[in-house]
């Protein structure tokens, strides 16, 4: 799927990864729908002006997609301001921390409900617009985190890794209707996300978790995310963007 004049939907798409992923894509050619959660999102308005500088046109757009109604609208909004939607790029997400024993159990469930839950709504609201079209596809954020166990973060770990296994399935159930279903893992990425690390944990990171020993960038996810738009022949597929983290034995 070459990406000039496609229309593509970014939740998350303010800021770290799905802002960059709304730049390469409109860099590329698409159109962008820009998903966030605050009003008058100052961040989000940046992107947009960065996607309309390219000579795209962009729409921003308020909404919770770990609410149902919300995530329906979102793609209802996408679709009367474009006429159609090409690609679906589920970036919204959050951290979720705390053990088995200290997790606050509302923690837990937002956890499902913004990193899994959502795509389901999403999904369900979208599809049937790109059956429509022939063909489209969906592309989701899974994470190095969602393969191995993370101490201290365990609804994190146990959501991310569920996202490999809906990106098979639902790959396998929309083959027919030439829809794609990918999903991108990445590993330690540069972002606010991050934030939280001390200068000590970034500087191990480095040195001993990272194989290319260097941190990820948003840019780093968002080509791979573009490839995997752009390939028509690959669906169902988990490509880990992590320096080599996924393969590290020592």
Not at 1 to 9: A, E, F, P, Q, S
Not at 171 to 182: F, G, K, Q, T, Y
Request: proline content about 4%; hydrophobic content about 45%.
């Amino acid at each position: 799927m070459k990406l000039d004049g496609k229309v593509c939907l970014i939740t998350g798409g303010s800021s770290g990864i799905g802002a960059a992923t709304a730049r390469e894509f409109a860099f590329r050619g698409a159109d962008i729908a820009i998903c966030s959660l605050r009003p008058n999102n100052v961040l989000a308005q940046e992107v947009k002006r960065e996607v309309e500088s390219l000579n795209r046109s962009a729409l921003t757009i308020t909404a919770d997609v770990a609410d149902p109604a919300a995530a329906e609208a979102c793609v209802q909004r996408a679709v009367e301001a474009f006429g159609h939607v090409d690609l679906l790029v589920h970036c919204a997400g959050g951290a979720a921390n705390g053990g088995l024993l200290d997790v606050d159990p509302c923690i837990w469930y937002k956890a499902f409900e913004i990193h899994v839950h959502a795509i389901f709504h999403l999904a369900r609201a979208v599809v049937p617009h790109m059956v429509k079209r022939g063909g489209g596809a969906i592309l989701l954020i899974s994470s190095a985190a969602g393969s191995r166990g993370c101490k201290g973060a365990l609804a994190y770990g146990v959501v991310k890794g569920a996202i490999p296994q809906f990106t098979r399935a639902l790959a396998r159930e929309l083959a027919d209707s030439n829809i794609r279903v990918n999903c991108v893992s990445p590993g330690i990425i540069r972002t606010r996300f991050q934030d939280y690390l001390t200068a000590e944990q970034v500087k191990n990171n480095i040195e001993n978790r990272i194989p290319l020993h260097r941190e990820g960038r948003p840019e780093d996810v968002a080509a791979a995310l573009a490839a995997l738009a752009e390939n028509d022949f690959i669906t169902g597929a988990e490509i880990p963007v992590d320096g080599g983290m996924a393969m590290r034995m020592v």
